[in-house]
């Protein structure tokens, strides 16, 4: 009976002992477990902060979420390399979407990288006066920046026209100017969407040599004293003028664009002494576009953002060699030579579209020349305003001499 009640009292001691052990281990196994699944946690919001930042860009084709209650549902696709403002967030493991700034859109943490900064954005067309009408657009909308496509949306937009061609419309979405074309509207109809005064016209004025204070060497008409630059230039800013470039002139021209009544655009000819506008145009922040007659000149004195280069020859600034006028070789040289230079000028300016005939001398010869060689603007004499529908292979400039007062800058512009 001892024997039998020491058994059962070790039996007991050896399960009651096990009973420990086991729940010893099983203690630590848990106690593993919960530490793992914290490392396992802190490791994924680590890894979701590594796809955080104020700004960042997709890095695939994206899928683009609207929440519906606690569910996200898709509406679109952003395509790979599109750039984001994100809304400030507190990251934690549940965290799957990202929401985009200014928007109601959210996107996966998976599908974007953090930038330092956002790429520059060409925001001129916020100068632009929106059309008096809207666009409707099919159920599925595509939106593009030149020929890439950025977005792909599953539902329709009701926007302002802000340019529009025989291709399609341009409307402002996620503060950018995008394409829709034609195969992607449903309707346009009238909305007014502004009441400011619209240009019916815009002056295109044309500068030749600035001399700096204290430099009276040039007695020619068309050289110009830094004192009167600064004067019309002080005019434009304290009048809100928008400076334009010939590119906007053209899409003006054409009626692809509504311009704000105060819109001008300054150009240069030839390119002597042009450097020095540089800095007046900087400081004052207006825009102008010299005409560069490309063998004179390297293109990279005059770089400024408010500096466009556009074309007047290459080596064909040279009077008396056809006739009448000052003998502009435009007139009569034979057209393989014309074309030949006008391309080399194109060529040596980054391809630009835009031409002044060299002492606003042509004729049906020399238009055909800056046609053939792919210019899409030609720009004469004249001396009164552009306006939509003139030949687009003619565009009048109004030249300012050195005896032209303020008073008749004035005039001349309004």
């Known amino acids: 009976m001892k024997h039998l009640k020491f058994f059962l009292f070790f039996f007991s001691f050896l399960l009651l002992g096990s009973g420990f052990f086991l729940l010893f281990f099983q203690q630590q196994k848990e106690e593993k477990m919960r530490i793992q699944k914290r490392e396992e946690e802190k490791a994924l919001v680590q890894e ?5 930042n104020t ?17 996200y549902v898709s509406v679109g696709t952003a395509f790979s390399g599109v750039e984001f403002t994100l809304d400030s967030i507190s990251i934690h493991k549940d965290t799957k979407y990202f929401l985009i700034s200014d928007s109601d859109f959210y996107i996966s ?55 529009k061609n025989s291709d399609g419309y341009y409307v402002e979405y996620f503060n950018q100017l995008f394409f829709v074309p034609t195969s992607d509207v ?3 109809y009238a909305k007014e969407n502004t009441t400011e005064e619209e240009a019916s016209k815009v002056p295109v004025t044309v500068y030749h040599f600035i001399y700096l204070n204290g430099d009276v060497s040039c007695n020619e008409i068309i050289c110009h004293s830094e004192e009167q630059i600064r004067s019309h230039f002080q005019y434009l800013k304290e009048q809100n003028y928008f400076t334009l470039t010939t590119t906007e002139l053209g899409l003006f021209l054409k009626g692809e664009i509504r311009l704000p009544s105060n819109s001008i655009l300054i150009t240069i000819d030839d390119g002597a002494r042009a450097w020095n506008f540089l800095p007046i145009l900087e400081e004052y922040q207006v825009n102008a576009t010299l005409f560069l007659v490309s063998s004179w000149y390297d293109k990279g004195q005059f770089s400024s953002p408010y500096m466009e280069i556009a074309s007047h020859t290459h080596n064909l600034h040279t009077p008396g060699v056809c006739s009448g006028g ?20 194109r060529e040596t300016l980054n391809g630009t579209k835009a031409f002044c005939y060299p002492f606003y001398e042509y004729n049906q010869h020399a238009i055909e020349a800056v046609q053939a060689a792919g210019f899409e603007l030609g720009f004469i004499g004249g001396g009164v305003a552009a306006t939509p529908g003139v030949n687009l292979y003619k565009i009048p400039r109004i ?16």
């Open 186 to 188: 449903q309707k346009t």
């Open 326 to 345: 000052q003998g502009s070789p435009l007139k009569c040289l034979n057209m393989d030579e014309l074309v030949l230079d006008l391309k080399t000028s």
């Open 399 to 414: 030249t300012i001499h050195k005896t032209t007062s303020l008073e008749q800058y004035i005039r001349y512009i309004s």
């Open 55 to 71: 700004y960042v860009k997709t890095t695939k084709e994206a899928t683009l979420y609207h929440k519906q209650g606690k569910k």
């Open 109 to 163: 943490y998976q599908d974007v990288e953090p930038i330092s900064s956002l790429s520059a954005k060409d925001l001129r067309y916020t100068h632009y006066l929106p059309f008096n009408e809207n666009v409707v657009t099919n159920d599925i909308t595509h939106l593009y920046l030149g020929d890439a496509l950025i977005f792909e949306l599953d539902f329709s937009l009701d926007l302002p026209i802000i340019r």
């Open 48 to 52: 979701i902060q590594g796809h955080y």
